[in-house]
């Protein structure tokens, strides 16, 4: 049987190459892709990501070649992103502490969660969450996706992250304890030094956010503590790490390098690269 993967996409917009490399690997390895949105409404790439004349501004050049921008809008185009999972109809919402009838609220989300969630995470065999500017919307702070990813790591089961996506495995905590799944893992993600003085954008919003919200740098370094290490590589063209059973990315560049080593993942048993 060919492996399942689960790519979870912001409907705020991904980050062409962060969705190409990653899908092209699976592809190429025989592996079976689906896609989940968090309401179930189609992604759709976000256009300087399918602009090879786009300039980036922290790195001040192109990060987008001719050859990627045809790929991503491909794939962009294609009908495979086309009626993606919902994790809203999926996975429940936990109830407010104020509600009504709270105890019962909360037996009866308990039961639907364990259940969406053991289904989900028998059916696929790793999870992906692609970067760009729309995760910081609709997927880091988002509980269903957390719980998803908290009953991956439950189950031994790799998670990729790229880019702003890294941010949902340092929100995603188990409510009771409040503990990081990263403490004392070493990831990459998007540093300061990349990170837009003006201009972070989103699909579906006329709003210039200017500046990301947080700098996703400095979470990733208290989220995985003292015995952990966020690993920024700065000056080096790609960045990707591998402490099992997370594999992250930093940026476009390392879309590609993180499928292939999410194929050496599951097909190989890769549990450390990178640092």
Same mark, same amino acid.
Request: hydrophobic letters at 40%; aromatic letters at 10%.
């Given at each position: 049987?060919?492996?399942?993967?689960? $790519?979870?996409?912001?409907?705020?917009?991904?980050?062409?190459? @962060?969705?190409?490399?990653?899908? @092209?690997?699976?592809?190429?390895?025989?592996?079976?892709?689906?896609? =989940?949105?968090?309401?179930?409404?189609?992604?759709? *790439?976000?256009?300087?990501?399918?602009? =090879?004349?786009?300039?980036?501004?922290?790195?001040?050049?192109? $990060?987008?070649?001719?050859?990627?921008?045809?790929?991503?809008?491909?794939?962009?185009?294609?009908?495979?992103?086309?009626?993606?999972?919902?994790? *809203?109809?999926?996975?429940?919402?936990?109830?407010?502490?104020?509600?009504?009838?709270?105890?019962?609220?909360?037996?009866?989300?308990?039961?639907?969660?364990?259940?969406?969630?053991?289904?989900?995470?028998?059916?696929?065999?790793?999870?992906?969450?692609?970067?760009?500017?729309?995760?910081?919307?609709?997927?880091?702070?988002?509980?269903?996706?957390?719980?998803?990813?908290?009953?991956? $790591?439950?189950?031994?089961?790799?998670?990729?992250?790229?880019?702003?996506?890294?941010?949902?495995? *340092?929100?995603?905590?188990?409510?009771?304890?409040?503990?990081?799944?990263?403490?004392?893992?070493?990831?990459?993600?998007?540093?300061?030094?990349?990170?837009?003085?003006?201009?972070?954008?989103?699909?579906?919003?006329?709003?210039?956010?200017?500046?990301?919200?947080?700098?996703? @740098?400095?979470?990733?370094?208290?989220?995985?503590?003292?015995?952990?290490?966020?690993?920024?590589?700065?000056?080096?063209?790609?960045?990707?790490?591998?402490?099992?059973?997370?594999?992250? =990315?930093?940026?476009?560049?390392?879309? *590609?390098?993180?499928?292939?080593?999410?194929?050496?993942?599951?097909?190989?048993?890769?549990?450390?690269?990178?640092?």
């Amino acid at each position: 049987m060919p492996k399942q993967i689960l $790519v979870v996409l912001s409907e705020y917009g991904y980050w062409g190459e @962060e969705l190409v490399g990653p899908v @092209e690997a699976f592809d190429a390895a025989g592996y079976r892709v689906t896609f =989940a949105t968090p309401t179930g409404e189609r992604a759709h *790439a976000l256009p300087p990501s399918l602009d =090879a004349e786009y300039i980036d501004p922290p790195l001040g050049r192109s $990060v987008t070649t001719r050859d990627m921008a045809r790929r991503a809008r491909e794939l962009d185009e294609s009908s495979r992103l086309d009626n993606p999972l919902s994790l *809203a109809d999926l996975i429940p919402e936990r109830p407010y502490y104020s509600a009504l009838n709270h105890l019962r609220e909360l037996e009866d989300y308990h039961a639907r969660r364990d259940a969406a969630v053991l289904d989900l995470v028998t059916g696929f065999d790793g999870l992906v969450i692609v970067g760009g500017s729309g995760p910081i919307v609709d997927l880091a702070n988002n509980e269903r996706l957390h719980e998803l990813v908290l009953a991956f $790591v439950s189950a031994d089961k790799p998670i990729l992250a790229e880019c702003y996506g890294v941010a949902v495995l *340092a929100f995603a905590r188990d409510v009771e304890s409040r503990a990081s799944l990263l403490w004392g893992k070493h990831v990459t993600g998007h540093p300061k030094e990349y990170d837009y003085k003006d201009g972070t954008g989103f699909l579906g919003v006329d709003f210039n956010m200017g500046p990301p919200p947080y700098p996703l @740098e400095y979470i990733l370094r208290d989220a995985t503590g003292p015995d952990g290490g966020f690993h920024g590589n700065v000056g080096k063209e790609t960045s990707v790490i591998v402490d099992y059973p997370f594999v992250t =990315a930093r940026s476009t560049p390392d879309s *590609a390098p993180s499928g292939a080593l999410m194929v050496e993942v599951l097909d190989n048993g890769l549990r450390r690269h990178g640092w």
